[in-house]
């Protein structure tokens, strides 16, 4: 089943005034994405009954912003102000007196002050409802009774309207030998029971008949798996840098105020001659900046010979056109060549103020120039404007480094390959890594890179190491699928204490794709983020465009609405089979006078990277729906994303 979609609020008359108070709420949130799932709500309220009941009202009334699943911490005891039971239990449309029982048993467990807690439990719409206690201790207490063999993702998928076939799949069916049960409820059907993992991923340490059949990851929705990835990221710090080229794809992370007219005084907007408006049609001297100082006023009988930009000598108002002047004279160099005007004959009269930028025409002192949250494309633009204003240096969010490295005991370094036991099969090169590096260093990110690491536990966990050290994301390729050697899940769970945001995806290519943090103190935010994408060429690239790079610009402090690549509507000029999952169908799009068309670039196997070779797009291919079409026929009209220059 998808990721459930959580809402957690906290009830605390102190916590309400002061965010810093409220500890179980952040409990509930990190033990919920732990999970595997996704806290999409979050409140703090007072325990005022009205505020408890419209909040919870509301969510559960949200088509927009659905949420599956509310926890209320707080208020569930008999103090005089403890009314959350009471907030919520009007509201409930089907009581779940079972999971009261449940939590009321395990808290009894540890303390018989349990007896006065007051939890309430059930549905509102397909929204189920449960309150838990305050302290930290009884909401990790009630969590683990919850989420104990697979309970909670059951209940949810029932809730739904599932049969619960999806979550006992999703879960596995135990190690081998692990007796078949069989039990009754309300709903009545037969499966295998759920076993309880804290840690999902397999352990390498054990024998074969130990290891997975079945992910233990649940297939989320492509839109569940982006939501989380922008949940999840917070911006790098801002940093001040120079003003240089080299801030092209940075973000701003301040506004920009000119700190001086531009121009700063009079200036020309022709390459002409300053003179006075006064001066009539004749002859002048040509004097220049190597013969006239511009502080000194312009003697009568003189003209000064000025380029677009220049500001004007004193003494003089307007500019007057080459093209409205006659060349007269020249002066000699000392080999007797032309090396400079002398005369000049000016044939018309020019009024005041001709050809002349007034101080502050393009920019006044203290006008907004830049905002905060916009991109220094390598367009130009905005690094021209800050240098055009004087900005030496300006504070941008850190743009990520990246750490990159393909697993795998077969592949080759194609620029230094190591030939592998020879038993008649020569190994693959690695293509990833090199398209990867060539995708991030194109988008201007500096790129680490680790090499291939072998299917081996302590390598794998040295280059992480290594990444986490040098660099803010570590994008990997290979090794999260089901075979006894894909050790990035249980190195990342077992060795480093992370946390599997997701491990599998609706989607394809891309199913196994992986996002995943890890605790660091070198982190900004006391964590760094994994991306774990899949081995085959197709499939590493094009989960690259669609998950990292996102990651990438909300890490580099990107607006959210442009941490995704832009999105457009092509015409499809052939026919392209659709899938249960939704499939990112490679094409080159081209703009033409009736608009966008996209043409496929072939097979769209995943391991063929050729599919990608031209690209310029992704066509989104939705799923295919039972007695619907197949495929989409040309002519028929989708939405792509694009990834490089569009073709004319």
């Not at 189920?128 to 201790?137: A, Q, Y």
């Not at 799009?589 to 496929?600: D, F, N, P, Y």
Request: net charge negative.
């Amino acid at each position: 089943m998808s990721a459930i979609k959580v809402g957690v609020i906290t009830v605390s008359d102190t916590a309400s005034v002061d965010a810093a108070a409220d500890r179980s709420g952040p409990t509930i949130q990190e033990i919920v994405r732990k999970r595997g799932h996704g806290c999409v709500r979050s409140t703090i309220l007072p325990d005022d009954e009205q505020q408890i009941r419209e909040t919870v009202k509301n969510w559960c009334n949200d088509a927009e912003n659905t949420v599956d699943w509310i926890i209320s911490t707080g208020g569930t005891g008999f103090g005089v102000r403890d009314r959350t039971p009471e907030a919520i239990a009007p509201l409930l449309e089907r009581e779940a007196a079972g999971i009261v029982h449940l939590l009321l048993a395990e808290s009894l467990k540890r303390t018989p002050l349990a007896a006065l807690s007051r939890p309430v439990a059930g549905t509102v719409g397909n929204t189920l409802v449960i309150t838990l206690p305050g302290s930290v201790k009884a909401v990790k207490e009630n969590l683990e009774a919850l989420f104990a063999n697979g309970f909670i993702e059951h209940a949810i998928d029932l809730i739904k309207g599932g049969t619960g076939k999806q979550v006992h799949a999703a879960m596995g069916s135990g190690h081998g030998g692990a007796p078949h049960h069989q039990h009754h409820h309300h709903h009545h059907h037969d499966h295998h029971v759920p076993q309880p993992r804290s840690i999902l991923s397999h352990d390498p340490s054990l024998p074969v008949y130990a290891r997975h059949r079945v992910s233990p990851y649940p297939q989320i929705s492509l839109e569940d798996a982006l939501n989380m990835i922008v949940n999840e990221i917070q911006p790098l710090s801002v940093v001040s840098l120079p003003v240089t080229p080299a801030l092209a794809g940075n973000i701003l992370g301040e506004d920009v105020y000119a700190p001086q007219n531009v121009p700063s005084s009079k200036t020309t907007s022709v390459d002409g001659y300053a003179l006075r408006s006064s001066d009539p049609p004749g002859t002048y001297k040509v004097l220049t900046s190597r013969t006239h100082t511009l502080a000194d006023v312009l003697p009568e009988g003189s003209i000064f010979r000025i380029n677009t930009g220049g500001p004007l000598p004193a003494g003089t108002d307007t500019v007057i056109m080459v093209e409205d002047t006659e060349l007269l004279s020249t002066a000699k160099d000392a080999n007797g060549q032309d090396a400079e005007e002398k005369e000049v004959k000016t044939l018309v009269q020019v009024p005041p103020n001709d050809n002349i930028r007034e101080p502050g025409s393009d920019v006044h002192k203290g006008d907004l120039v830049l905002q905060r949250g916009e991109v220094l494309t390598s367009l130009g633009g905005e690094v021209g404007t800050l240098t055009f204003v004087g900005r030496k240096e300006v504070k941008v969010h850190r743009k990520p480094i990246v750490a990159i490295m393909s697993t795998g005991n077969e592949l080759l370094d194609l620029q230094s390959p190591n030939p592998l036991p020879s038993d008649g099969w020569g190994g693959i090169w690695d293509t990833n890594r090199p398209s990867l590096r060539a995708a991030l260093e194109g988008m201007g990110y500096d790129v680490v890179d680790l090499g291939i690491v072998a299917d081996d536990i302590n390598a794998h966990v040295k280059a992480i190491k290594q990444g986490l050290e040098s660099a803010d994301l570590l994008l990997t390729t290979g090794g999260t699928s089901m075979g006894a050697s894909d050790l990035l899940k249980p190195v990342v769970e077992r060795q480093f204490g992370g946390t599997i945001h997701f491990g599998r995806v609706s989607m394809k290519p891309g199913k196994p794709t992986t996002f995943a943090s890890i605790p660091t103190a070198q982190g900004e935010h006391e964590r760094k983020f994994m991306f774990a994408l899949p081995g085959n060429p197709a499939s590493a690239l094009v989960t690259f465009y669609v998950f990292v790079i996102p990651a990438l610009r909300k890490l580099g402090g990107w607006p959210s609405e442009r941490c995704h690549l832009p999105r457009v509507r092509v015409k499809l000029e052939d026919a392209m089979r659709l899938d249960s999952r939704v499939e990112f169908h490679r094409v080159i799009v081209k703009a033409g006078e009736e608009g966008l068309r996209a043409t496929s670039t072939g097979g769209q196997r995943s391991s063929r990277v050729a599919s990608l070779s031209g690209a310029n797009g992704l066509v989104q291919l939705p799923t295919k729906r039972e007695g619907g079409p197949d495929r989409l026929e040309a002519g028929s009209y989708a939405n792509a994303v694009i990834i490089g220059e569009l073709q004319m």
